[in-house]
């Protein structure tokens, strides 16, 4: 399966500021999803980044809060923007297609709003 | 919308018992499901997956079982030890799109 490096793999952040987080796949993939996971709770997707065209955002979920870049085949970034308490959470990329079957999960970043 | 849960939150079993892990889907067009185990501090890990068209799947130690009439997933362990100690999801996939439905977790406890 594809090898997925996510980072930072934790951050502490003062609110009101903002976090990029990094996904960068060892192999060309066609699907790349951002997920958030709250303390204790299951996954809800953010958004679908799609490779030459702007992220498709699930309902409650907007641009301007998290700005998503997918520059390639390989990479993508979620940035949190202007960050509360409420958005501290777990973040994962995950990716789909390419040489590898199914979906696949990065190791996540955990991210502290303080 | 569609929603995935599952009908216990948390399981505790004996090392050696076999482990039984439930969900319920409600989306009907979905055609593709997985389990997924999640230790702590890590992402899920992909166990073992079953299309709509099948209903029984076996991997190592685990099988998954698929009831399309009662929309109804599960996940057996079998030999449960120490180490399957995790949260696990199941995820639906509809047919018409490409992302995941992820259900609510199971905490399983397995004691020594």
């Known amino acids: 399966s594809a090898v997925i490096s996510q980072k930072p793999s934790r951050d502490i952040c003062q609110r009101g500021t903002s976090l990029t987080i990094q996904c960068q796949v060892d192999?060309?993939?066609?699907?790349m999803f951002w997920y958030r996971q709250q303390p204790g709770q299951s996954l809800t997707l953010i958004a679908t980044?799609?490779?030459?065209?702007?992220?498709?955002?699930e309902s409650g979920f907007v641009i301007d809060k998290f700005p998503i870049s997918r520059p390639n085949l390989t990479f993508s970034t979620l940035t949190v923007s202007n960050m509360s308490p409420e958005d501290s959470s777990i973040y994962l990329c995950?990716?789909?297609?390419?040489?590898?079957?199914?979906?696949?999960f990065g190791s996540g970043t955990r991210l502290t709003v303080v | 919308g569609e929603s995935v849960g599952l009908h216990l939150p948390t399981l505790s079993v004996q090392e050696g018992d076999n482990s039984i892990i439930n969900c319920a889907y409600s989306?009907?067009?979905?055609?593709?499901f997985i389990w997924y185990k999640q230790e702590s501090g890590k992402g899920p890990q992909f166990i073992i997956d079953i299309r709509s068209n099948m209903d029984k799947r076996q991997g190592q130690r685990v099988t998954v079982l698929l009831n399309k009439t009662v929309k109804h997933l599960s996940l057996q362990i079998a030999a449960t030890q120490p180490g399957d100690s995790a949260v696990y999801f199941c995820?639906?996939?509809?047919?018409?799109?490409?992302?995941?439905?992820f259900g609510e977790g199971t905490q399983l406890t397995v004691n020594p």
């Open positions: 989306n009907s067009a979905s055609d593709y």
């Open positions: 980044a799609n490779q030459g065209s702007e992220a498709t955002y």
């Open positions: 995820a639906e996939r509809e047919t018409s799109g490409s992302r995941l439905t």
């Open positions: 995950s990716v789909a297609g390419g040489i590898s079957y199914g979906y696949t």
């Open positions: 192999s060309q993939v066609t699907m």
